[in-house]
């Protein structure tokens, strides 16, 4: 099987969850990192299926949607429950809730005036934000104790939390503290044990220099 994950060159964790899940997995794959003139030429081209990254490609064939590729690679990389309807469910719901919480951003990303984005990013960083880490949380906490959301072991939907989290507060986003986890002991001890897992360590290590 020929497979290319195709992204910009950002460990940002619409793609770098299934790039590192194939990692871990041993799954032979090009990790292609394009530029920005180059996904325009590529959105121009009708190459695109919705006008966005990432996509990845399989024998010629082209997947769309994070979440959707998200799923391919972690079945590939035996990071999907395969034999568990609920708990391939709940790594979905996961997956989903990712986008839900990145979504949340979007806005304000496109207001240009910066007082008014301020105010935006301070009710995230106030009430938003706190919100969805605390319902995290809680599905956390009800995998009883094995450390991770789903099953007894690592799964793609705790690379896709881990990732989105080190979005959030890595001091990327303006107005957006780095400590928002501080109050939720459980999710940042999950977000540590990833951080610090060896295979994810080592991909980390290898393709970004400051992480």
């Given at each position: ?155 793609i939907a705790d690379l896709a939390i881990w990732r989105l989290l080190g979005w959030i507060i890595g001091d990327h986003l303006d107005g957006i503290p780095t400590n928002l986890l501080d109050p939720h002991p459980t999710l940042h001890r999950h977000f ?20």
């Amino acid at each position: 099987m020929n497979i290319r994950l195709i992204y910009f060159d950002l460990p940002f964790w619409r793609a770098e969850a299934s790039r590192i899940a194939l990692f871990l997995g041993s799954v032979p794959f090009d990790d292609v990192r394009t530029t920005s003139e180059e996904f325009e030429k590529m959105k121009t081209a009708g190459k695109l299926p919705y006008g966005q990254l990432p996509i990845l490609e399989v024998d010629g064939e082209v997947i769309a949607q994070s979440v959707a590729i998200a799923r391919f690679c972690g079945k590939q990389a035996r990071l999907y429950p395969m034999d568990n309807d609920v708990n391939a469910a709940r790594v979905d719901e996961l997956l989903d809730t990712a986008t839900q919480i990145t979504e949340l951003l979007s806005p304000s990303f496109r207001e240009t005036d910066l007082e008014q984005r301020a105010v935006m990013r301070d009710e995230l960083a106030s009430q938003t934000f706190p919100t969805w880490l605390g319902f995290l949380e809680s599905r956390l906490i009800l995998n009883r104790d094995s450390g991770y959301f789903v099953g007894p072991q690592l799964t793609i939907a705790d690379l896709a939390i881990w990732r989105l989290l080190g979005w959030i507060i890595g001091d990327h986003l303006d107005g957006i503290p780095t400590n928002l986890l501080d109050p939720h002991p459980t999710l940042h001890r999950h977000f540590r044990r990833i951080d610090r897992h060896d295979g994810v360590r080592s991909w980390m290590d290898q393709h970004y220099a400051d992480h």
